[in-house]
Nanobody
C-alpha cells in the first residue's frame, strides 16, 4: 500500500508562486512514476506533471510548461511541484498520484493506483 498526503496549497495573487508537496509512505519505490493532476469545478482531471523515481525523467502538460517544475526528494519520499507565474486559470484542486498501471500512460489520472486527497490552489486576479 502507498499513502499520499499533499500540502502547500493556498491563496496567491496572479504572478505569484507556490510549492506543493506530496509526502509518500509505504511501498513507494515500486511505483515507478509520480504524477500531479488538477481538477477545477465541473471539469475533468487535467494532467499537470509527472516524474520517474528512477532517472528523474519529467513530463509536463502544455498549459504549465515553462512555469511549473516537478521534482523529488528520494530521501524524504516527497514529490514537489514548484508553481511560478501563476494565473487565475491555474485555480483548482491539485492531486498527486502514484503507480500508474501502464507507466507510458502517466498523463491519465484514472491509470494511477494511488491518489492523494488533494490541496486547493486559488489564484486571484
Amino acid at each position: 500500500q502507498v499513502q499520499l498526503v499533499e500540502s502547500g496549497g493556498g491563496l496567491v495573487q496572479a504572478g505569484g508562486s507556490l510549492r506543493l508537496s506530496c509526502a509518500a509512505s509505504g511501498r513507494i519505490f515500486g511505483t515507478g512514476v509520480m504524477g500531479w493532476f488538477r481538477q477545477a469545478p465541473g471539469k475533468e482531471h487535467e494532467f499537470v506533471a509527472a516524474i520517474r523515481w528512477i532517472g528523474g525523467t519529467t513530463y509536463y502538460g502544455e498549459s504549465v510548461k515553462g512555469r511549473f517544475t516537478i521534482s523529488t526528494d528520494n530521501v524524504k519520499n516527497t514529490v514537489y511541484l514548484q508553481m511560478n507565474s501563476l494565473k487565475p486559470e491555474d485555480t483548482a484542486g491539485y492531486y498527486c498520484a502514484a503507480d500508474p498501471r501502464n507507466s507510458r500512460r502517466y498523463f491519465s489520472f484514472n491509470e494511477y493506483n494511488y491518489r492523494g486527497q488533494g490541496t486547493q490552489v486559488t489564484v486571484s486576479s
